[in-house]
DNA sequence: ATATTATTTGATAATAATTATTATTTAGTA
DNA sequence: TACTAAATAATAATTATTATCAAATAATAT
């Protein structure tokens, strides 16, 4: 698993220790594509490692998320979600399957990006702008897609 | 107060009871321009209205959204807010002060709505698409203002 | 106006998600 | 191999929110 070692060294150069815990629960989130809670991580690692407790798994994520290796997504329910990409990017909500989609779309990014150029802000320094759509999977096995 | 018979009517054409402990919450999140948490609303009403418990702040809230008369949204946090804007609109959350704010754009509105138009959608039912600006507030005696 | 009744409320308990505490263990280093 | 600061497991606590249910009340009928 050439997966681990490359996520070492991600912990090792944000200055962490790169335990055990931490390359599983980062190698999790990284193989969940749908932005799993961190109860859903604790449930995924749990078959092949049984001591790690759901506290560590709470903790563990905040560590990578405050180290800038993972981001962070409230649903529209208020559960916190955890997103190995890091990269700016919108989100498809899905409200009957609380599934949280990737939406990546350079044209709209440009779109907003350049909205934002030509409007005057005031008292706000802006962090990020994002898009969030929200609607219903209409078919259960098929995927959800907007090209 | 002019106000609450206007909350009245409108409580009674969901065909809901117009109830004091309605009237009173409805009234307080259309007074709070911020999007107040239900705990928030508690302690406003509270000085007034010592009696309305929080179980039935929480619970009215609900009601009250699930009757289409506020809006809900959640903060980056997970936080729920309450919105009494019912129409389509953006928000800006500054992460330091936890305001939330509402942000107008018809510009934005018709070039996120004809970007979509232009494109496929496929196994999704959209229900709405929102943009959602995340900044600091840099003055917090000053109103943050996009135009 | 009063009685009737389905709804709503207040008090309280319960739940869900998350965070804190602390003794024990471990990764990195010497 | 030993040392030590940092991390973890187990557990308790907290926060936000929802459920329960007896008592109160708004809307309707008399
Ligand atoms: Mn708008
Ligand atoms: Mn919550
Ligand atoms: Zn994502
Ligand atoms: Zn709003």
Excluded: C, W
């Excluded at 989130?29 to 506290?55: C, Q, R, T, W, Y």
């Amino acid at each position: 698993m050439q997966k681990l070692t490359n996520i070492k060294s991600q912990l090792k150069e944000a200055g962490l220790k790169a335990t055990h815990q931490r390359l599983v629960i980062m190698n999790a989130v990284k193989e969940m594509s749908d932005h799993p809670s961190a109860e859903k991580v604790f449930s995924s690692i749990k078959a092949n490692n049984p001591s790690i407790s759901l506290g560590t798994v709470y903790k563990t994520l905040e560590t990578l998320v405050n180290n800038g290796l993972l981001a962070k997504v409230a649903t529209r329910e208020g559960q916190m979600r955890y997103d190995p990409r890091l990269d700016n990017h919108g989100h498809i909500y899905l409200t009957n399957t609380k599934e949280l989609v990737d939406y990546y779309d350079e044209e709209l990014d440009t779109l907003i990006i350049d909205f934002f150029k030509r409007k005057r802000v005031n008292n706000l320094k802006i962090k990020n702008i994002s898009v969030r759509i929200n609607g219903e999977k209409l078919d259960s096995n098929k995927e959800v897609l907007i090209k």
